[in-house]
């Protein structure tokens, strides 16, 4: 009965064995993948949301500006036509 009992312990020595390692497999395995997305979801077509955030406000910043610009050239444009009409009038007179 010794020898039966102590192949049996064997046997469930090696069994255990196996799943550990089959475990240790599982969660390398695992890590990889979770690895291998981050660095597929992160490459350079992604951007971070502080990075984003910037954009977007250099983005407004610079719609602003745009139109305060737009506006003053109608502006200095208005000016400069008043002006050209008003000394083609005595020039023609």
């Known amino acids: 009965m010794q020898s039966e009992n102590r192949l049996f312990d064997d046997f469930v020595k090696m069994v ?5 390692t089959f475990a240790g497999m599982g969660r390398e395995a695992e890590s990889s993948a979770r690895e291998k997305f981050k660095e597929w979801m992160g490459g350079p077509e992604f951007v971070g949301r502080d990075e984003f955030e910037a ?9 602003d500006e745009n139109e305060a610009l737009k506006a003053r050239i ?4 208005a000016k400069s036509t008043g002006s050209a009409s008003k000394g083609g009038k005595k020039a023609g007179a």
């Open 55 to 63: 954009v977007k406000a250099m983005a407004a910043a610079a719609r």
């Open 16 to 20: 255990n064995g196996m799943a550990g």
């Open 74 to 77: 109608a502006a200095l444009e």
